[in-house]
């Protein structure tokens, strides 16, 4: 089992950037593969982006070449960087975690945090 704790999120004007962090807590040795999701109202939940233990990454189509996930200094902690911010990113943001074997942005985690806002604005 693992405990998710976001930070990082604000807001910011459109070309702007964010960073969200996220650290992980857990008794296991255990690796995950750990990812963004992100929610806004009246729409979907979106696998934002993706990486796994191995470093391998995933993105999204809506946020390529503007999004950058990474590893943080502490095992299980990622980092989301978010340039040329653009008002449809706009949502609740969660980290997620999930000690199997696939790693993707389509696929179910078993862990959630508890999430941090991101306001865009034009």
């Known amino acids: 089992q693992i405990q998710l704790a976001e930070s990082g999120g604000g807001s910011a004007q459109s070309g702007g950037s964010l960073r969200l962090s996220c650290v992980g807590s857990?008794?296991?040795?255990?690796?995950?593969?750990m990812g963004w999701f992100r929610q806004a109202p009246g729409k979907e939940r979106e696998g934002v982006a993706a990486i796994d233990f191995d470093g391998s990454i995933r993105y999204a189509d809506s946020v390529k070449g503007r999004f950058t996930i990474s590893h943080g200094n502490a095992k299980n902690s990622i980092d989301l960087q978010m340039n040329n911010l653009k008002p449809e990113d706009t949502a609740m943001y969660y980290c997620t975690a999930d000690p199997g074997w696939e790693c993707s942005t389509s696929m179910e985690f078993d862990y959630w945090g508890q999430g941090t806002q991101v306001t865009v604005s034009s």
């Open positions: 857990t008794t296991t040795s255990s690796s995950y593969c």
